[in-house]
Each structure stands twice: as C-alpha cells, then as structure tokens.
C-alpha cells in the first residue's frame, strides 16, 4: 500500500529572472499537490541541485559569471529547511549541473561558460574541500553562436560508480572519464569520447535502469540520441537518434532536461518553445525508442522536471511562467495526465525529490 506520507521536493531558481533561492516544498503522493513551505536565500543562481546518497545534504551550483561556486547545505527533512555547511569555488564560469558519486565521497560540477568539469570532495558533516581537480575541454563545434568553445553542460555518473560522463554541447561530445572517488580525481577513458551529430549540442545524459543503454538529449537540434553502454570499457556506441519535437513543428525550441520512468518503459525529455514534454516508450531488448506522444507543460519553458522516484508522478518546471505543473504518469501507457494542480515558484529551474524519504 502506497504511504500517505508527503514526499519533499526541492526547487531551484534564477534570481536573476525572478526567483529568491531554493524552495522547500511536500508533494503529496496521492494526487501530486506541491505545497511550498519555505525558501533558503542567500544565494545566487542556485539552478541545479543534487542530494548525497542518503539524502542528508543538498548542494547546489551558484550559476554565476566568471567565478560560479558550489554551496552545501545540511537538510532538516522534518521541516525541509537547509542549514548552509560551506561553499567551495567551481574553477570556472556559469557552473549549471552538479552530480555526487554514489558513495557520497565527491560532487562533481560542469561549468558551462568555461567548459570544464571540477570534482570537490565531501567530507565528514557534507562539508566541501577545496577542488581536487578541474579538468578543462578544448575545441569548437560547427555552430559560431552556440559552440564557439567547450561548454560542459552536464556530469552523470555511471551506475557502477566507475565512469562519469559529461555531455559537452559545446564539441558536440559525450566525454568520458575514469572516476577515482577516493582520492577526487578523473582520467580520460581509454575510449575518451563519442561524437554527436554536427551541431547537435548534447544537453542532459540518463542511464536506463538496465544500466545497458544511455540518452541524451540534444538542446540545439531538438534531438534524442540513443546508445548501447558497455559498462566495462566505457564505451557508448550510437542505436538512432529520434526527434524531440512535434512533427511539422514551426519556430523556435530547445531541448532542456531528459529522464527515464523508474521502471525504464518510458523517457521524457523536454522542449523549451514548443513547452511540451515528449514521451518515448523503450524497446527492453534494443534499447531503441519508439514514439508515443507529446504533452503540453501547461507553462511557458519548461526547463527542467523531475519523476518521483516511484513513477506516480511527473513535476515539470515552467521557468517563464513561474509554476510547477504535476502530471500523473499512466503506467501502462506512458501517458502524461494533467492532476489540475499548479504551484507557483518564481523562475524555477530545476526539480529534486530527496531521496531518504521512501
């Protein structure tokens, strides 16, 4: 039987477009109602959040200029509030994503301005240390506007703690590196890369939960790309690539945020323009996706979303329109089911159910 107990869910903003810091809020997991019960400030940018393994401690990239930082924070999960531990600076500008390793001994932070990747070690408490490594892209893509340099856009960690990968919109590059997270440092793998189309701009990677296939999501062409992972060598090697968008679509979008359904029978990624969310149901035996549909987010950009970590419920982040939207997954179709519920968050960002709460 399903607990009534409401889950809690953090949100990011830009405080620079409207937001005021990181929202604490309780979802309630029967019928998906987000209930805002207070804000940390205090920083600035605070666009991507991520959590330790047992949901302990938040950190949080500070999306700022020339000198982004990453801030750790103790969570309290009675009342969702977060105590600030420390900041460490990111080694480079616009810092957007941030990942911990599954042990818990490391954040790791891609810095889109600069194109580089910093990995800081957590230690005893979530305290950060100083950067134990700042690993740092080269090169241009084919696009003057867009890729003009490395822009590292996302850093996601294999299911085997061994391997990051780090999707560079920039080179048009899945980079791939060798993770020791005891001692803080990457090593390129001996298969270092897997190009993307030209132009293609790889945005946010997810590992399916068979922990055989990958996806990432491209923000400049409006494209999926699907791979086979071979999980000992490090090695992603392309299926297809499917669009993200509508067919006949007409204007401009750009993809944002990709996930997968815990059960790994559907992924979502979203499109910022056409402000909708594409499902694609997953072959089990190729990895190779098939199309099943869109769902408009009700909202202007929707940035990121998030899926509870029991596949009831999809939260979408409609950063222009100020307002998080819940939609109920239909778990025999993938189908996205407006609730009719709609909290307002300024300029929201980015969406974290906190694990710990199961």
């Known amino acids: 039987m399903v607990s009534a107990k409401p889950c809690l869910v953090l949100v990011g903003t830009y405080t620079d477009g409207g937001g005021d810091g990181i929202h604490s809020c309780r979802m309630d997991r029967e019928t998906g109602a987000l209930d805002p019960i207070g804000v940390t400030g205090g920083i600035d940018n605070p666009s991507f959040l991520a959590s330790d393994p047992e949901g302990r401690r938040v950190y949080a990239v500070q999306e700022t200029g ?3 930082a990453v801030f ?18 990111s080694h480079g500008a616009a810092p957007c994503h941030l990942a911990v ?4 001994k490391v954040v790791l932070v891609a810095n889109y301005g600069s194109g580089s990747v910093c990995v800081l070690p957590i230690v005893e408490g979530g305290r950060l240390e100083p950067a134990s490594e700042v690993v740092q892209h080269s090169g241009a893509g084919v696009d ?3 890729q003009e340099g490395p822009h590292a856009h996302s850093v996601t960690v294999d299911p085997a703690n061994r391997l990051v990968l780090v999707a560079d919109l920039g080179l048009d590059r899945m980079m791939v590196y060798r993770l020791d997270a005891t001692r803080g440092k990457l090593v390129p793998n001996a298969t270092p890369w897997v ?3 030209p132009g293609a701009g790889p945005r946010h990677f997810a590992f399916h939960p068979s922990g055989g296939y990958g996806y990432v999501v491209n923000e400049l062409d ?3 790309t699907a791979f086979t992972y071979d999980a000992s060598e490090g090695i992603l090697v392309e299926l297809h690539t499917v669009p993200a968008l509508p067919e006949g679509f007409e204007g401009t979008s750009y993809c944002a945020d990709i996930h997968l359904a815990p059960s790994g029978r559907y992924l979502y990624a979203s499109n910022r323009g056409d402000d909708s969310v594409v499902i694609y149901h997953v072959d089990p035996a190729t990895g190779r996706l098939g199309y099943t549909g869109h769902q408009s987010t009700e909202g202007r950009t929707p940035r990121n979303f998030a899926i509870d970590p029991r596949g009831r419920f999809l939260l979408a982040a409609n950063q222009d329109s100020d307002t998080i939207v819940p939609f109920r997954i239909d778990e025999a179709t993938g189908d996205l089911v407006p609730t009719g519920h709609v909290a307002s968050v300024p300029a929201p960002v980015c969406v974290l159910f906190l694990t710990g709460m199961e």
């Open 66 to 68: 020339d000198s982004g």
């Open 72 to 89: 750790a924070y103790e969570l309290d999960h009675a009342t969702g509030g977060l105590r600030f531990l420390n900041q460490q600076p």
């Open 101 to 104: 390793d599954r042990t818990g």
């Open 144 to 146: 003057p506007n867009r």
């Open 195 to 197: 190009s993307v189309a």
């Open 222 to 224: 409006s494209t999926i």
